[in-house]
């Protein structure tokens, strides 16, 4: 069940710092305040659905948000993960297109939808806003782009190691050496991100185990050997 929160005001919102709205002059923070929405949507929620024409941005306030895309065999290929200060919906926007993807809330969240016209109306009044939104562009192009490269050029269990590394570095809890995600993803979500089938994770994830790499606790993974799962993942950056 989706609720209107009562409105943070943007110049009050701790997630901004984190946000492409950051730098905003009081005065435009104002305006875009003014015209937002706050809601909290419960897990398992969907956001907004492949193919639909967007009215506006949403601004993730807390919470996860997955990103993903439905093959025409119903399987799940998850783009991206988002969290508190990303911005869902604004290529679609400002391509003046319909939705590429669908979006569904991972864990309970609080997030802001901010109509078209004002989104807009800052970014035309806003030169370094309408950069750092374009940069943001330009980002996620080349992240895109290396996805590709890999799902082509690199084994499942590299993969997999990567997607660790990399959520262990977004939602990780340190715990002295090892480092708890703290996100719970099914073994199906992990698989969607992974871009493979979910028998392949849960082989692989019980092999990363064997070998120390990572250890199970409940539906959540901690990962115990950073280097040792970079090295597999072929990941020196």
Same mark, same amino acid.
């Given at each position: 069940?989706?609720?209107?929160?009562?409105?943070?005001?943007?110049?009050?919102? /701790?997630?901004?710092?984190?946000?492409?709205? $950051? $730098?905003?002059?009081?005065?435009? %923070?104002?305006?875009?305040?003014?015209? +937002?929405?706050? @809601?909290?949507?419960?897990?398992?929620?969907?956001?907004?659905?492949?193919?639909?024409?967007?009215?506006?941005?949403?601004?993730?306030?807390? *919470?996860? /948000?997955? /990103?993903?895309?439905?093959?025409?065999?119903?399987?799940?290929?998850?783009?991206?993960?988002?969290?508190?200060?990303? &911005? #869902?919906?604004?290529?679609?926007?400002?391509?003046?297109?319909?939705? =590429?993807?669908?979006?569904? @809330?991972?864990?309970?969240? +609080?997030?802001?939808?901010?109509?078209?016209?004002?989104?807009?109306?800052?970014?035309?009044?806003? =030169?370094?806003?309408? +950069?750092?939104?374009? +940069?943001?562009?330009?980002?996620?192009?080349? !992240?895109?782009?290396?996805? #590709?490269?890999?799902? =082509?050029?690199?084994? @499942?269990?590299?993969? %997999?190691?990567?997607?660790?590394?990399?959520? $262990?570095?977004?939602?990780?809890?340190? *715990?002295?050496?090892?480092?708890?995600?703290?996100?719970?993803?099914?073994?199906?979500?992990?698989?969607?991100?992974?871009?493979?089938?979910?028998?392949?994770?849960?082989? %692989?994830?019980?092999?990363?185990?064997?070998?120390?790499?990572?250890?199970?606790?409940?539906?959540?993974?901690? !990962?115990?050997?950073?280097?040792? %799962?970079?090295? #597999?993942?072929? &990941?020196? $950056?």
């Amino acid at each position: 069940m989706s609720n209107h929160s009562h409105n943070t005001p943007c110049e009050l919102c /701790v997630s901004r710092k984190h946000s492409m709205f $950051a $730098a905003l002059p009081e005065s435009q %923070l104002c305006t875009i305040s003014d015209h +937002k929405n706050l @809601i909290s949507h419960r897990k398992g929620q969907i956001l907004y659905y492949e193919g639909t024409k967007p009215l506006g941005i949403f601004c993730i306030n807390s *919470g996860v /948000v997955k /990103v993903y895309k439905t093959a025409s065999n119903g399987k799940e290929q998850i783009l991206h993960l988002a969290k508190k200060g990303d &911005f #869902l919906g604004y290529a679609a926007l400002l391509g003046e297109e319909n939705y =590429t993807n669908s979006s569904m @809330i991972i864990e309970d969240a +609080k997030i802001c939808f901010i109509p078209k016209e004002s989104f807009l109306n800052t970014l035309l009044k806003n =030169t370094e806003f309408f +950069k750092r939104v374009t +940069k943001q562009l330009s980002h996620e192009i080349g !992240v895109m782009e290396d996805k #590709l490269t890999d799902a =082509t050029q690199k084994s @499942i269990r590299e993969r %997999l190691a990567f997607v660790l590394l990399q959520l $262990a570095s977004s939602y990780g809890v340190e *715990g002295g050496e090892s480092q708890k995600i703290d996100l719970i993803l099914s073994r199906e979500e992990i698989a969607g991100i992974v871009g493979t089938a979910t028998e392949s994770v849960i082989r %692989l994830l019980s092999e990363f185990k064997k070998d120390n790499l990572i250890d199970l606790d409940g539906k959540k993974i901690i !990962v115990k050997d950073r280097r040792g %799962l970079a090295r #597999l993942s072929d &990941f020196y $950056a």
